[in-house]
């Protein structure tokens, strides 16, 4: 969480440092595929969001997060954007596996949802958190001065920032069907502490992770049963989706892969914009 109107990555530019990019995953004929958004919320991504919704039916649409968090306000506007078209959400970054059948795109567990990313996946209709996931947050806090957070001085008007979007946080919170404690956690940890990541318990606790299958998030596989074979092949049907969607979600990709999003343990940092107004807090 951050101030100002745009955030800058710390560190190795990453992808999920940079700004937000979205992308269609297509996985085969036998799963719709889903949205890879990876990298930082801007003041740009609810606009780059609506260019690339554009033309495409996204409703019910899986979202995969891979991202440092961003923008409180701006984070505020995708996630409500998301909700409204009813998106399920998870945490992953895209793999394409290169295999002697063509590429085959699946999801490695192993990502980082950090700081507002945390409140995007909560816009999720349906949330679920893989096991080896980092679901990571901390307190708003004005971004110039978040690495040296105890020295630094603060107006009253940045004060009333925090305080404001502190707010409109807790009412999208809420909205979203989120509990207090996902405020309580975050809002304990200072910048000058280490994110705190959240256990399974407190996932739960929070109301992030909405289930435990990610048959009911990602990909949806299509197999059609005769309506006259439903009932006694339902059983079967569904245990072999789910298998199906185990190895689209994979630890381990199969041959060689070619990730789509990079990997990282860091968090991003942001910057205040430099003209004589100051900005919401984000």
């Known amino acids: 969480m951050t101030s100002g109107n745009s955030a800058h990555a710390g560190g190795t530019l990453e992808e999920r440092k940079m700004p937000m990019r979205f992308n269609w995953v297509g996985c085969g004929p036998d799963c719709h595929g889903w949205v890879s958004a990876v990298g930082i919320v801007t003041a ?28 409180v306000n701006d984070s505020i506007t995708l996630g409500r954007r998301f909700r ?58 004005m971004g110039d001065r978040a690495d040296d957070a105890k020295a630094a001085s603060y107006t009253a008007q940045d004060m009333m920032i925090v305080e404001r979007d502190i707010g409109r946080l807790a009412k999208f919170t809420f909205d979203m069907g989120g509990a207090g404690e996902l405020l309580s956690l975050a809002l ?12 399974r318990s407190e996932l739960r606790l929070t109301h992030l992770a909405t289930t435990d299958a990610v048959v009911d998030v990602l990909p949806r596989t299509e197999m059609p ?41 860091k968090t991003a940092e942001a910057i205040v914009p430099t003209n004589a107004t100051a900005a919401p807090a984000k």
């Open 44 to 71: 740009d991504s609810p606009q780059d969001f609506e260019d690339f919704a554009r033309g495409r039916e996204l409703n019910g649409a899986t979202l995969v997060l891979d991202s440092s968090g961003g923008s």
């Open 84 to 141: 409204d078209l009813g998106m399920l959400t998870t945490v992953g970054t895209t793999i394409l596996n290169r295999n002697p059948n063509g590429n085959r795109a699946s999801v490695a567990p192993e990502a980082y949802c950090e700081s507002m990313c945390v409140f995007l996946l909560l816009s999720g209709k349906t949330r679920y958190v893989p096991d080896m996931a980092h679901v990571r947050v901390h307190q708003i806090w």
């Open 188 to 199: 304990s940890v200072p910048p000058w502490e280490d994110l705190h990541e959240l256990s």
């Open 225 to 265: 049963v005769p309506v006259a074979e439903a009932a006694p092949k339902e059983a079967a049907s569904k245990e072999a989706a789910s298998k199906a969607l185990q190895e689209r979600f994979a630890s381990k990709p199969e041959g060689e892969s070619v990730p789509l999003a990079a990997k990282s343990t």
